[in-house]
């Protein structure tokens, strides 16, 4: 069965500490992985995409998140945390299997000064 | 640059009323979804389209209706409203892909209220 497991409800991180935003994924076929931000009373945007190519991928905002096959994982980080990301972090998998876009549960960010 | 626009933002309903969400897109994406958005249950497809008049079920397709006459609007519809869809909608589009590789854009909701 297709899914996204993201283990952690909430995560709390000083600004400016180191974050990693875990993501696990089962999928049948070949997985296009996905990361989107949700900022309260918004959509979710586009942090990051992994197609093909090389496993750590670079998207907006400092993010980066890291495609590992062997584990079924793409966990997103970001070197230092602004009290701005402060928001809940949704990953996802699509791909070659269907038209449907499986979500995580997703993770929310709070950020302590 | 209005991306992904739902109207309305907030609706209130009472146990048996109708409705019709509507979403629309300008970036001409041939794929259209509705997601409803649950605490702690991330966003849960309800119906998608792949093109102008068509329309298929997603995984909780019950108690909705959709319509796609035109690419750019994709309409969701209550026929009789229970406290259960009491959440936030979601639209979304995307371009054409190979199945589902294609990142998604996303409204800024619908918060309705059943009661």
């Known amino acids: 069965a297709q899914s996204v497991t993201q283990p952690d409800i909430h995560i709390t991180v000083s600004e400016g500490a180191s974050l990693e935003l875990r993501c696990n994924y089962s999928?049948?076929?070949?997985?296009?992985l996905f990361w989107y931000v949700q900022s309260p009373g918004q959509g979710l945007q586009l942090l990051l995409k992994?197609?093909?190519?090389?496993?750590l991928v670079q998207g907006i905002k400092g993010f980066e998140a890291e495609f590992k096959r062997s584990q079924s994982s793409f966990n997103l980080r970001k070197p230092s945390v602004h009290w701005s990301d402060a928001a809940e972090y949704f990953c996802a998998v699509g791909g070659t299997g269907g038209f449907k876009t499986i979500f995580g549960a997703g993770t929310r960010l709070f950020v302590k000064a | 640059n209005a991306g992904v626009t739902q109207t309305p933002k907030f609706r209130v309903l009472k146990t048996g009323q109708s409705m019709t969400l509507l979403c629309a897109q300008d970036?001409?994406?041939?794929?259209m979804y509705w997601y409803r958005q649950d605490p702690g249950m991330g966003l849960r497809l309800i119906h998608y389209?792949?093109?102008?008049?068509?329309?298929a079920k997603g995984e909780v397709p019950d108690g909705y209706n959709v319509s796609r006459l035109k690419k750019q609007n994709f309409l969701l519809g209550l026929e009789s409203a229970a406290p259960s869809q009491t959440s936030v909608y979601f639209c979304a589009s995307s371009r054409q892909g190979v199945g589902q590789n294609q990142p998604q854009h996303f409204g800024d909701g619908t918060r309705l209220s059943i009661l």
């Open positions: 970036m001409n994406h041939e794929y």
């Open positions: 992994y197609f093909s190519g090389d496993t």
């Open positions: 999928y049948g076929a070949t997985p296009y």
């Open positions: 389209s792949v093109g102008e008049g068509t329309t």
